[in-house]
């Protein structure tokens, strides 16, 4: 992935991380390598434990002003921590040109290191990367998540992370859309075939219809995405199906447990994603009798 050195970088959409807690269920993309893993393998929700995190974890301010010097593309080149800037503005500058006008309400990312307090309740690295509707943000642990994917397999990279970041946003957009208020009103269903499954590849669908237009705003921080991007992308979306983890985790898998999807059903949606570059073909993975197809 390269990046446009000279697009201008708008650091205010990465926020500190700050007090908060209540309710309301976080949704991850399948990464996380402690809570994650147990709520696949034991068919919890991991965003009913989320308040088992010390209620001080909020104070960190360790991304406070950290991104501010990010000011262009160029910036990625000298300081590799502004390449976070560029996910999140290319994501939601393309998001914002497919709604109304004033219609896109921007989600801010929350980076944070070993902690965090949310309106979802208190999350460690543990839990992963994820989404929190009832405050519309973004989390992530930057300085954790490259070790994240090394241990699920994957090839990681630049644009692994911003699949990621990609991934996450699609769970906004969901909300945006009321898809995923529908589909938690529905309860906690798990299996190949549930609703919280679908959520998911379609959040994937959405990280690929992204990739696709990445490039295509000459203004864009993403110049560039090659075939090796590609591979890496599939590589990480297939190191997070559910399968994967419970095949390494605790040696069989069980179907119907899951709750993000198969490496396969995973793969698939991004594919179909990208290959469309067409948000309005991701409304078929609550449609489609095969997610795998």
Known sequence: MEFNPNAKLDS??????????????????????????????????????????????????????????????????????????????????YWNTQFQQGQYKPA???????????????????????????????????????????????QGGYSAEAYIIAHEYGHHIQTLTGQLQKVQSAGNQTGPDSPQVRLEVQADCYAGVWFKNSTSDPNSPIAKVTQDDLNRIADAAA?????????????????????????????NWLGKGFTSGDPNVCSQAFTAQDLEA
Not at 16 to 43: E, Q, R
Not at 113 to 121: D, H, K, L, P, S
Not at 241 to 267: C, F, L, Y
Request: charged content about 10%.
């Open 108 to 154: 801010p990312t929350v980076p944070f290191t070993g902690a965090v307090n949310t309106a979802c309740g208190a999350a460690n690295s543990q839990v992963g990367p994820f989404y929190c509707p009832a405050d519309q943000k973004v989390y992530i642990d930057t300085e954790f998540i490259n070790q994240l994917l090394q241990q699920l397999g994957a």
């Open 239 to 267: 190191a997070v199906g559910d399968d994967r983890i419970q095949a390494s985790t605790a040696g069989q898998v069980n179907p119907e447990t899951w709750t993000h999807g198969s490496a396969k059903m995973r793969q």
């Open 12 to 93: 205010s959409q990465l926020q500190p991380s700050s007090g908060g807690g209540g309710g309301g269920v976080a949704l991850g993309g399948g990464l996380g390598l402690i809570v994650m893993i147990l709520g696949l393998i034991f068919g919890f929700n991991p965003g009913d434990i989320m308040g088992g995190v010390p209620s001080n974890a909020g104070n960190n301010s360790a991304a406070s002003n950290q991104y501010e010097h990010c000011q262009t593309g160029a910036d990625v080149q000298a300081d590799r921590e502004c390449r976070w800037v560029a996910y999140v503005n290319s994501v939601q500058s």
